[in-house]
T-cell receptor, first 111, second 110 residues
Framework: GQNIDQPTEMTATEGAIVQINCTYQ??????LFWYQQHAGEAPTFLSY????GLEEKGRFSSFLSRSKGYSYLLLKELQMKDSASYLC????????????FGAGTRLFVKA | EAGVTQSPTHLIKTRGQQATLRCSPI?????VYWYQQALGLGLQFLLW???????NRGHFPPRVSGRQVPNYSSELNVNALELEDSALYLC?????????FGPGTRLLVL
């Protein structure tokens, strides 16, 4: 089967760094996505990893290790507006780039 | 450039009724995806349309259906509504591998 696991909730302090992990039990996927979703709103694209390694984009970085079945999203210099759910998803070349989403990690940023 | 749009933003129905949700993809995108997101749960894939055809569907009963019209807009129909159908319904259009989401339609079934 295809399983994506993320922690349900995390709490961090404004200005700090937080790492949100994602593990998956699937293979043969094209790439791994991270999306941000504020409560009641649509998910917005954050990052896409195809190759192993770290992709940095401003305060957000995403890491992928296919051999370990593992990814993480790193958020630096946390701001209150970063309080949201973060969705990990894998996409496959077949089935119209079928994308399987994890349940998401709700991040609470406190002052 | 306009993003994915969906209508209505909110919809209230009673059990047994039918709901129709609409989506317009980003200009130039031909693929449209529908997802259901129940409160506190992850996105569940419903349907994928491309070039006017249904290409794939998730594990949902036949009362969940839809279509894509020639301008690539799409409708999602949910017949014989049940309380469990209450959820946020998200539409996305795709460029390359990345899906871009609309704001969603929040359906409440009473």
């Amino acid at each position: 089967g295809q399983n994506i696991d993320q922690p349900t909730e995390m709490t961090a302090t404004e200005g700090a760094i937080v790492q949100i992990n994602c593990t998956y039990q699937t293979s043969g996927f094209n790439g791994l996505f991270w999306y941000q979703q504020h409560a009641g709103e649509a998910p917005t694209f954050l990052s896409y990893n195809v190759l192993d390694g770290l992709e940095e984009k401003g305060r957000f970085s995403s890491f992928l290790s296919r051999s370990k079945g593992y990814s993480y999203l790193l958020l630096k210099e946390l701001q209150m507006k970063d309080s949201a759910s973060y969705l990990c998803a894998v996409s496959f070349a077949t089935g119209g780039f079928k994308t399987i989403f994890g349940a998401g990690t709700r991040l609470f940023v406190k002052a | 450039e306009a993003g994915v749009t969906q209508s209505p933003t909110h919809l209230i129905k009673t059990r047994g009724q039918q709901a129709t949700l609409r989506c317009s993809p980003i200009s130039g995108h031909t693929s449209v995806y529908w997802y259901q997101q129940a409160l506190g749960l992850g996105l569940q894939f419903l349907l994928w349309y491309d070039e006017g055809e249904e290409r794939n569907r998730g594990h949902f009963p036949p009362r969940v259906s839809g279509r894509q019209v020639p301008n690539y807009s799409s409708e999602l129909n949910v017949n014989a509504l049940e309380l469990e159908d209450s959820a946020l319904y998200l539409c996305a259009s795709r460029l390359g591998e990345t899906q871009y989401f609309g704001p969603g339609t929040r359906l409440l079934v009473l």
